[in-house]
């Protein structure tokens, strides 16, 4: 039976420590490009909906932002909260953003990296903008896998088509940057920015790093351990070990208008 949204954003909760380890960050150009297209100044107030377990948080806490990290996983909220316990500007919330209802602010930069695709359309843009000051800034992150359909991930396909029909060795992006929906209108045009890199993996970090993706969380398990055997095996004996992962980071920066009547931190009723 085909898993709902739902049931595939909450499988990351089952493994916080390998999302942890084998999730990518971003580069430190998009995060510097973020800094500066906000103007966030010294101990600025910061709003992250979806932490997992802290990737992108970790950049913005190392240089002194008072933070409120929002995530609805128990485990990988958890794991954020444990990581951060020496900052006591960092504040993890388990919960999800619909119905977090917040305790201060306004906030001067909101944050969603590889989050805001899970987020209700028709709430998210809406609530970002109650919760922003005039001219502050929600920013958007997300990594797509772009190697070539050629090499390695060619090689893998096969093996997926053959054991997994349906799901793609090559993992592209969640919806980038969302289509016209009910809030965008209390937002300027949207700035984008791409930043390409890439990421080397053993066998091991390899397999660990698919096993973090809802999609193969969700396998049966024999299933997912063949999947997982055959890939190991193709990258110890074809590709000495070794597999590289090119990534395009997308930045998508909304600055709210100033001119916003309606601007309430309570919720509506």
Known sequence: MEKSAEDLGKSFDRVPDLYDTHRPGYPEELIQE????????????????????????KPFAERGYTMTCLDPGPNTAEKARQKFRHFPDITVVTDTFESWAPACGPYDLIIAATSFHWVAPGIRFAKCARLLRPGGTLALLYNSHVAKDSGFFLEAQAIYDRLTPGLRAKKASPSKSPPTEEGMELFDKPVLKFYDWEKQFSAEDYVSHLATFSDHISLPEAQREELFREIRALINGKYNGRVGKRYRSELVLYTKRSQDPGHDLKPRK
């Open 34 to 57: 973020i800094i500066r297209f906000s103007g966030i100044q010294e101990h600025g107030n910061i709003l992250e909906i979806g932490c997992g377990t802290g990737q992108a948080t």
